[in-house]
């Protein structure tokens, strides 16, 4: 069975990091492109990056390049989001999904002093 | 950037009912559509992908069609259980998700 558990999500002072965990079993790990997707409270889904396989190749929605780095260790079959510089407009549940198929259950980042 | 305009924002229908949800990219993206169910407190749920191809579990009553630019998801037969929000995703050029629709019952 396909499991996606994240992981790391809290309350944070803006300005401050945070770094959220994605534990994948279930799948070969590195066969999946993967992403993380964001949703603020009452409001719709955002992409906010996606990585390669290899960990080569990743992109990033223009609000959160400079702060945001995605990564991945395939070897741990997990997936990464180092949060910088986070901002009010950054509070949301983050979901970690193997590029759209499988999702896991979210966490929860507020952000607020 | 592509864009994704999805209408209707909300829905209303009866049991029973056939209803449409369209998705409008701003170029064309190739069929890579993909369209997701979610319920509240719950991650999103794919159910078709690729414009027509139905994910593993998805019923049948849940169908896509579209090219270019445009695209269209129906739900025929409308049950209890589809209560919930959807979601048009376009995955030609990175991700953008379209605004969403709430389907409630009349």
């Known amino acids: 069975e396909v499991q996606l558990v994240e992981s790391g999500g809290g309350l944070v002072q803006p300005g401050r990091s945070l770094k959220l965990s994605c534990a994948a079993s279930?799948?070969?790990?590195?066969?999946?492109?993967m992403a993380w997707v964001r949703q603020a409270p009452t409001k719709g889904l955002e992409w906010v990056a996606s990585?390669?396989?290899?960990?080569?190749?990743?992109y990033y929605r223009d609000s959160v390049k400079g702060r945001f780095t995605i990564s991945r260790d395939n070897a741990k079959s997990s997936l990464y989001l180092q949060m910088d510089s986070l901002r009010s407009e950054d509070t949301a549940t983050y979901y970690c999904?193997?590029?759209?198929?499988?999702w896991g259950q979210g966490t929860l980042v507020t952000v607020s002093s | 950037d592509i864009q994704m305009t999805q209408s209707p924002p909300s829905l209303s229908a009866s049991l029973g009912d056939k209803v449409t949800i369209t998705c409008q990219a701003s170029?064309?993206?190739?069929?890579?559509i993909a369209w997701y169910q979610q319920k509240p407190g719950k991650a999103p749920r794919q159910l078709i992908r690729y414009t027509s191809t139905l994910v593993s579990g998805t019923p049948s009553r849940f169908s896509g069609s579209g090219s270019g630019r445009d695209y269209s998801f129906s739900i025929s037969n409308v049950e209890s259980e589809d209560i919930a929000s959807y979601y048009c995703?376009?995955?030609?050029?990175?991700?953008?998700f379209g605004g969403g629709t709430k389907l409630e019952l009349k």
């Open positions: 170029q064309n993206i190739n069929k890579y």
């Open positions: 995703l376009q995955y030609d050029n990175l991700w953008t």
């Open positions: 990585i390669s396989y290899d960990g080569g190749s990743t």
């Open positions: 279930g799948f070969t790990f590195s066969d999946y492109y």
């Open positions: 999904t193997t590029g759209g198929a499988y």
